[in-house]
């Protein structure tokens, strides 16, 4: 699994990178067209949106698996370190739980706009929502790696105290 991850992770960070790159390009663009030709695209807004949209979805996975997201842990620090670990394969789980739920309303969100179309762009609306799904399944993918790390973690030896 960690050779899979591996892949995906090179890949996923140079998709967040050429994505990033193309909406300063388009924003850029849109800027100049706009104030200096006074002639703004029809597209460009719509078109850095959606790709807005992708770059979290993509990123929210590095996100997920460097500990980046936003958490609320002054009440960790107190607690002791089976407790903690305890409660971080309680918070893994319910993670899973509610990727797994995005997963699938994702999925069922393109089917559902499989036939509807961007108003600028005229792109599949299915292709901007297909962000969702694939965001999911790949935090899902983190989320599993870090449960399997926090278990392997779990079955090491104590370390004796000194």
């Not at 983190?142 to 449960?147: F, K, R, S, T, W």
């Not at 779990?154 to 004796?160: F, G, I, L, T, V």
């Amino acid at each position: 699994m960690r050779s899979v991850l591996t892949v995906t992770r090179t890949i996923v960070q140079g998709i967040v990178v050429v994505v990033f790159a193309a909406i300063v390009v388009v924003v850029f663009g849109q800027v100049v067209s706009r104030f200096v030709f006074n002639a703004p695209f029809s597209w460009s807004e719509e078109l850095a949106r959606y790709l807005q949209v992708w770059l979290i979805m993509l990123g929210a996975a590095s996100c997920l698996r460097k500990g980046m997201h936003l958490s609320v842990d002054y009440a960790v620090h107190a607690l002791r370190h089976s407790a903690k670990r305890i409660l971080n394969l309680l918070s893994l789980a319910a993670m899973l739980f509610f990727l797994a739920v995005v997963f699938v309303s994702g999925v069922s969100l393109m089917v559902t706009t499989a036939s509807q179309r961007t108003p600028a762009l005229q792109i599949p609306i299915w292709a901007v929502y297909a962000a969702i799904p694939v965001g999911s399944l790949l935090m899902l993918l983190e989320a599993v790696a870090l449960l399997m790390a926090e278990l392997d973690e779990a079955r090491q030896p104590a370390e004796p105290r000194r």
